[in-house]
């Protein structure tokens, strides 16, 4: 069955390289310890012990993040620990992003994931879109992205989405000669990659930066984005996003177009082999559809979005009702977890030890401060800034936690409303094209074996500059259409 082949490692690691990246490790623990004693000793002697020591660890775990000398779990947690060790903060304030409620929006996202997956929907989902597209490896690349487009609905993470996916791809390229035109792999590859970064844009749940951003505008301003709200904002950025990433992929990697014989019946043997659509998938597409109501509704009855996830997860896993177990659903990603909680953390720590505002003052210029005060100008200024920022701090969750408090900082003293500032840049940390390590697609789809970091580079730049684009052009007309930003 295709649905359960496994990726395969076509590029295997020498033992020197191995050993080589070890090395690389320690010297990225090395070098966030010496870095986190230099800040504390070196930042101006005015500022307080508790703003220098979160400044300090925020480095710290940003060389971790970027080095990867660390699971991201064991980061933050150690995150955790610095905070809780010299008591910079109250131990309520250390786990406070333990209990937000975008936790539990990302763990009841994950808890469904989970139960879908018990069912054969995703698979049958895959088949019928591919076996729809055509057997060119144009129209099946079509098909790869929007796979994911249509799973972001059900399935709140990007990372998910496109473990999901890969499998099926991974077996999609035993049907093509990928290894006389390696165009084809890169191709494929890029569609899960490239296809899962933008599948969040328009969706708030679909991505962890989505619902960090909403909840760094509530922790800071007390306002929020609702369902509808995103999904009216980024709308025309994800439609104009889909046919430019096929068309820079194919232009990037162009391959043959010509039919492909043997790949729509496969996929109708694939169809078939499933089966007629289960009771049990029924029952999943029904309580899937139900959650995304309560999600598009949520400015009738004002629940938050982790509300209509945990009760996903909570109906698909009851005996006779739902369509799994509930010791399935909970063998979830704890390093999703931790990392979720400890940034959002880092967020208020941030701003409750005064560190944001000292940091906002690098970015306090009198050409950037007058830029932010203009509209248009504010989104190109902001859209390059976080697209530098995310190169550097490769980690999504990071990026956001950092940076969207200090942007925040500079615009509410002069007036200017932060939320399409929040928002512009939320996006954009969604949408890494560049580095493997940017997002998680980029992460799954590389480790595959059939993609290389050097195979991003062109395509990623070109995706970069395409979205930066798109999302100016999208503020200079639809936002300023709807009264998102102000003329």
Known sequence: ?????????????????????????????????????LLFFLLPSDLHREAKVAIAMTVSAIILFITEALSFGHISLLIILVTCFTQIVSIDVAFS???????????????????????????????YVLQKFGSTTSRVLAGIILI????????????????????????????????RNPNIRRQFMLGVAFGGNISGTAILPAAIGNVLAVEILN????????????LLYAF???????????????????????????????MNNQLKGLGKVTIKEIRCLVILGITVLLWMTESIHHMHPAVPAIFAAVVLSLPKIGVTTWENVIKINLDTIF?????????????????????????????????????????????????VYHLGVSNVS??????????????????????????????????????????????????????????????????????????????????????????
Not at 219 to 230: C, P, Q, R, V
């Open 148 to 179: 994911s487009q249509v799973q972001a609905f059900f399935i709140p993470a990007t990372a998910v989405r496109a473990t999901l996916l890969l499998p099926v791809v991974v077996s999609l390229l035993q049907s093509f000669d990928h290894q």
């Open 236 to 266: 025309p950025i994800w439609i104009l996003l889909i046919p430019t990433i096929w068309y820079i992929i194919r232009k990037v990697y162009p391959a043959e177009t010509r039919e492909i014989q043997g790949i729509k019946k496969e």
């Open 219 to 230: 922790i800071y301003l007390g306002k929020t984005i609702s369902y509808f709200e995103w």
């Open 1 to 37: 069955m295709i649905g359960n082949v496994k990726p395969l490692n076509m590029l295997k690691e020498p033992n020197s390289l191995k050993q080589n990246t070890q090395t690389a490790k320690w010297v990225g623990v090395v070098l966030s310890v010496v870095v986190f004693f």
């Open 97 to 127: 992003g333990f209990s937000s409620g975008a936790m539990f929006l990302i763990i009841g996202g994950m808890m469904i994931a989970k139960a879908v997956n018990d069912t054969p929907l995703t698979q049958r989902m895959t088949y």
């Open 398 to 487: 990071t990026a956001i936690v950092t940076l969207l408090p200090v942007l925040i900082g500079i615009a509410t003293p002069i007036g200017v409303d932060p939320v399409f500032i929040v928002f512009t840049s939320s996006l954009v940390c969604l949408h890494g094209f560049i580095l493997v390590v940017e997002t998680m697609p980029n992460i799954i789809a590389q480790g595959s074996g059939y993609i290389s970091q050097k195979e991003f580079i062109v395509p990623g730049i070109w995706a970069t500059v395409a979205s930066s684009l798109i999302m100016i052009v999208v503020a200079a007309t639809w936002w300023k259409w709807i009264g998102f930003i102000p003329y």
């Open 339 to 387: 990392v979720l909680g400890a940034t959002l953390s880092l967020g208020t720590i941030l701003n409750e030890t005064g560190a944001i505002e000292f940091l906002g003052g690098f970015l306090q210029a009198g050409w950037i401060v007058e830029s932010m005060k203009h509209s248009l100008l504010a989104v190109i200024l902001i859209v390059f800034i976080t697209q």
